[in-house]
């Protein structure tokens, strides 16, 4: 069975920074697409970024352009997302998901990690 | 970017009734429209990817149809477990955005 195992949330001040992780096993890592999706507290899903098998492609929310960052290790199964310059309203759950086969839906998610931005 | 809009934003109904939540893009998606189901504290879970297609081990009581900007999920014969939030999403152009979700309640 897929696994998405998620780490490195917690509390941070405004402007600081935070990496989150996401291990990956029982797939073949490399050959997938991945996303990173945040829910705010009582909020939707908000998509923020995705990167491709190989670790070229990235691409970004508006929101988050700039100041986060997606990387993958794929000698390591494991997906990342620095997260810069943070701000309040980027408090949320940040989910890591797999992009399906077929590389358009999100198949399998991680099971969220909360990130909080304040002081 | 594409705007996604789901209607009704919220939706009550009974054990056995035949529903229906539709999203519609702000451009076509051409059919790269994806619907997720999400319990409250619970991770999303996708049900319906390229318009119409069922995710393995979904039942089959949820269908997906549409084209170009409008898209529909339909749900046969709701089922206790089926209170939930849905969310569209399209994954035709990055920023690949969700809509603001529609919520399920048993009447």
């Known amino acids: 069975e897929v696994q998405l195992v998620q780490s490195g949330g917690g509390l941070v001040q405004p402007g600081g920074s935070l990496r989150l992780s996401c291990a990956a096993s029982?797939?073949?890592?490399?050959?997938?697409?991945m996303s990173w999706v945040r829910q705010a507290p009582g909020k939707g899903l908000e998509w923020v970024s995705a990167?491709?098998?190989?670790?070229?492609?990235?691409s970004y929310a508006e929101s988050v352009k700039g100041r986060f960052t997606i990387s993958r290790d794929n000698s390591k199964n494991t997906l990342y997302l620095q997260m810069n310059s943070l701000r309040g309203e980027d408090t949320a759950v940040y989910y890591c998901?797999?992009?399906?086969?077929?590389?358009?839906?999100?198949?399998?998610w991680g099971q969220g990690t909360l990130v909080t931005v304040s002081s | 970017d594409i705007q996604m809009t789901q209607s009704p934003p919220s939706l009550s109904a009974s054990i056995g009734d035949r529903v229906s939540i539709t999203c519609r893009a702000s451009?076509?998606?051409?059919?790269?429209l994806n619907w997720y189901l999400q319990k409250p504290g619970q991770v999303p879970k996708l049900l319906i990817y390229?318009?119409?297609s069922l995710q393995s081990g979904v039942p089959s009581r949820f269908s997906g149809s549409g084209s170009g900007t409008d898209y529909t999920l339909t749900i046969s014969s709701l089922q206790p477990e089926d209170f939930a939030t849905y969310y569209c999403?399209?994954?035709?152009?990055?920023?690949?955005?969700f809509g603001q979700g529609t919520r399920l309640e048993i009447k």
């Open positions: 390229a318009a119409s």
């Open positions: 998901a797999k992009f399906g086969d077929n590389g358009e839906a999100l198949d399998y």
């Open positions: 451009q076509s998606v051409a059919r790269y």
């Open positions: 990167i491709r098998g190989r670790g070229d492609g990235a």
């Open positions: 029982e797939f073949t890592f490399r050959s997938y697409a």
């Open positions: 999403q399209q994954s035709y152009s990055s920023p690949y955005t």
